[in-house]
């Protein structure tokens, strides 16, 4: 992963880098969209309409690779890379069990040959060889050395044409020099090996554990980059995002088909607030504020159908952004069923304390996996609206007060379960109330680190609203930073075209 890319050249760095406040309001004032900035270092350089060739094209797909993996390192604290094999009754999985047994098989074949067959084994050493050498730090000349004159291969293919290779002592030296490279968590898998005498099978394994330390290097180096990335991140993705644009025209269209619809929401908005006619238009787009634009267009990503394409920019955070928004669907369904059941039962439950606290408690276990496609909402509903009224039977037993009777558990319980219909009142409530709290929340300022006060009927999930708002207003405020200067011309374009036509004159970017 090339992370220099970023310092080629001067004109580069100059040309696109970006004062870290770019997602502030003043950047996105009018003020400012309607100012000639063709000639300020900080705005990304457009391309003209070209035809792209297959290289250009995977250029721009590694340069995306790159882009997202830089980003995941720097964002996820978690992020490494994990050994998986293949499910055995996979076809994948069965077919690499079946290469491999035949490879084992006819090295272990040549191996019993009389004299013995050891082309094969010694392109095993050759290859082992490199994968030490590839281990070591710099500067380490002496094991350097030591392994280059151990497992020398034509030493070897000599050593086999008089028949005096020693094969046991050759994977005991590769063994001993794998225990002084290892990470620590590796030790046991060292002694295994050291525990283990057919031949064939000890290759077998000396590769399986030299996967295990190639992950294990991988994974260090992902640590030791972390800091770096994290320090450099918004200047390195907005040039690789730029790498991608010059290469690949088109990179924005998606972007800014989703900031045209924000642009189209908030003029519908605006015309249904003040009743005017649709001739007003023109006048209503001078006024919106383009910072609302990118925020409600931040809020749509929340409600985003994840099977059709995000916008370039937010490639990189969709899952993240998916997570939450399955997050925030359990969240509703959470705060509906509390607020149904405290409308229907009344305060001599309401006021317990820690009731509400109860009635999430029996919800969420219910509702875990809500994200999987084989996950049946209405059933899940079922079962908490059945389990609400056996909690509220007991709690109104506890306090000597008249239980639900059948008819009003059956109310209860059908009104609960009636959140997942499209429409339903409460669920559109909460809704709402939700996306209220999201928006407050991205119209506060960065350096404000206070949350906005909660909508009415949202106290219950609280705690787990006020982090998924954080790890959102986290998302959003470092997406302005990285990629506020391609949402400027675009926002300059789509609401003050005839700025942006004066000022380009002919010459009008394509993207």
Known sequence: MPLNDDQNSDSDSSRLSESTASSSDS????QSFNSDSSSKPSSPASSPPKMVTFDELMAAARNLSNLTLAHEIAVNANFCIKHEDHPQNSLAGTVKQIVHKAFWDHLESELNEDPPEYEHAIKLFEEIKEILLSFLAPGANRIQNQICEVLDTDLIRQQAEHN????????????????KLCAP????????LKATENIVELLRQIFHVLDLMKMDVANYTIQSLRPYLRRNL???????????L????????????WIKESIEDELSSISNESSSS?????????SISPTLVLNNGYLKLLQWDYHKTIPETLITDEVRLQELREKLNQLKIIACVCLITNNMVGAAIVNMPDFANQLKRISVPLLEGMSKKTFDLKEALNAIGV???IKVNESLTERDLPTLNAEMQSNLMGQIASIVEENNPVSSLIDKRIQLFMKSLLALPSFQKCMPALPGGLSVIQPEMELVGSQFASIVEFNKQVYGPFYANILKKLLFPEAAIGKAGIEVPSN
């Open 164 to 179: 005096a290779v020693d094969i046991h002592g050759l994977a005991n030296y590769i063994i001993n020099t794998m225990g």
């Open 234 to 244: 918004v200047d390195y993705e907005r040039t690789k995002f730029q790498e991608i």
């Open 278 to 286: 649709p001739g007003a238009d023109h006048s209503s787009k001078s």
């Open 185 to 192: 968590i590796r030790d046991n898998d060292i002694k295994q």
């Open 246 to 257: 010059e290469e690949t025209p088109s990179a924005l269209d998606l972007t800014t088909e």
């Open 27 to 30: 950047e996105y004032s009018r």
């Open 387 to 389: 389990q609400i009224c």
